[in-house]
């Protein structure tokens, strides 16, 4: 993997249903878990941090705020992106069906990601704001980030 300059941050979600709370824990069983027993067999998880359903930020993997992508805060969020990109992950992404996407953020998520973001571009300045759905062809983070960029005046 290439690290480089830190020159995005990725927005996902859990993709779990409405309502429902991840712990840091769960997280780490899906990402590093091996693949026989139900993981992706990664080396380290997809994010750097999670936004809770109560807008509490919860560290997964610690990084500084200097302005390269060191090795041992690269996440595997994005394949193909992780040397360049920090990513950040917010509790929900699907309907109570637990299959269609949608913007489940609430009032506590949304204020939690406004700081996140703007904090984030107060320390790295030039850096870009994107969903995973702008890297991939996926649903996630079930929101237009753009858009919501916009609306908030974040950029
Ligand atoms: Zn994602």
Redesign the pocket.
């Known amino acids: 993997m290439t690290m480089g300059k830190l020159k995005r941050l990725v927005i996902?979600?859990t993709a779990t249903r409405e309502g429902r709370e991840v712990t840091s824990a769960e997280i780490r069983h899906w990402h590093t878990d091996p693949k026989s027993k139900g993981g992706r067999g990664w080396k380290q998880v997809g994010y750097s941090d999670l936004i809770h359903l109560n807008g509490g930020v919860e560290n997964l993997v610690p990084y500084n705020e200097d302005e390269n992508v060191d090795p041992w805060e690269v996440t595997n969020?994005?394949a193909g992106y992780n040397g360049t990109s920090r990513h950040v992950v917010y509790v929900g992404g699907l309907a109570v069906d637990g299959q269609t996407a949608k913007d489940t953020r609430t009032v506590a998520q949304k204020e939690a990601l406004k700081k996140y973001v703007k904090n984030f571009l107060r320390q790295h300045p030039g850096a870009e704001v994107v969903g995973?759905n702008e890297l991939a062809a996926?649903a996630?983070?079930s929101f237009d980030v753009k858009k919501w960029l916009k609306e908030t005046r974040i950029m």
Do not use: E, N
């Open positions: 996902h979600c969020g994005a995973h996926k996630c983070p």
